[in-house]
């Protein structure tokens, strides 16, 4: 395994050791010991597992929650998506911030999306199945949905026409309404 730093100190990407032949290919996605010491730092345990399947063109996020906050490790198991995570940390010297890498079934990336950030992705290839650990539980009364293309934040997502987006998604506040009414709570 190993972990890239990105600009966001905190958000890290995990690339695994994958061992292949003629049979297939052999990686190993999650280490308990190894995931603590080298990408968060602190122990950390996941309670939830989720896995979606989005057509092209789909665009999920920027979610977040008040309550029941969320660290996420990100994978893409079938095709590829261009997945962000904005920083919302007040305090933080990256707060709005965000960082874009590309996850595929391919290259086997994983991303470490840590308490305190918004999260999204958009579907670059025809569809893509993308599972995900959580470090706390769905909570729906507290999530928040920051728009995912505030000018402020300024995302250079790669999109050349308007995403789909569910109903909850079109309708998200910017990062400064969002910071006017108390929906940032987090904090370094």
């Not at 049979?23 to 603590?36: A, K, P």
């Not at 198991?77 to 933080?92: I, N, T, W, Y």
């Not at 729906?140 to 250079?156: A, H, K």
């Not at 309708?171 to 400064?176: F, M």
Request: glycine content about 8%; aromatic content about 12%.
């Amino acid at each position: 395994m190993q972990v890239i730093e990105t600009t966001i100190p905190d958000v890290k990407i995990i690339e695994p050791s994958v061992f292949g032949d003629e049979r297939g290919f052999f990686m190993e996605t999650w280490h308990q010991q190894r995931f603590d010491e080298q990408v968060a730092g602190k122990p950390t345990s996941f309670v939830q597992d989720n896995h979606s399947k989005s057509a092209q063109g789909i665009l999920r996020g920027l979610h977040y929650q008040t309550q029941n906050t969320q660290g996420k490790l990100v994978r893409v198991v079938s095709g590829e998506v261009f997945d962000v995570a904005v920083d919302l940390r007040q305090g933080s010297p990256t707060f709005g911030q965000w960082e874009g890498i590309y996850l595929s079934a391919e290259n086997k990336r994983q991303l470490w999306v840590p308490e305190g950030f918004a999260h999204g992705f958009y579907v670059t290839s025809e569809e893509a199945e993308f599972v995900y650990k959580c470090t706390d539980f769905y909570n729906p009364t507290g999530e928040v949905t920051l728009q995912w293309d505030d000018p402020e934040l300024g995302i250079q997502w790669p999109i050349a026409t308007k995403p789909q987006l569910s109903h909850k998604d079109k309708n998200g506040s910017t990062l400064s309404e969002l910071n006017r009414n108390g929906s940032l709570k987090f904090s370094l």
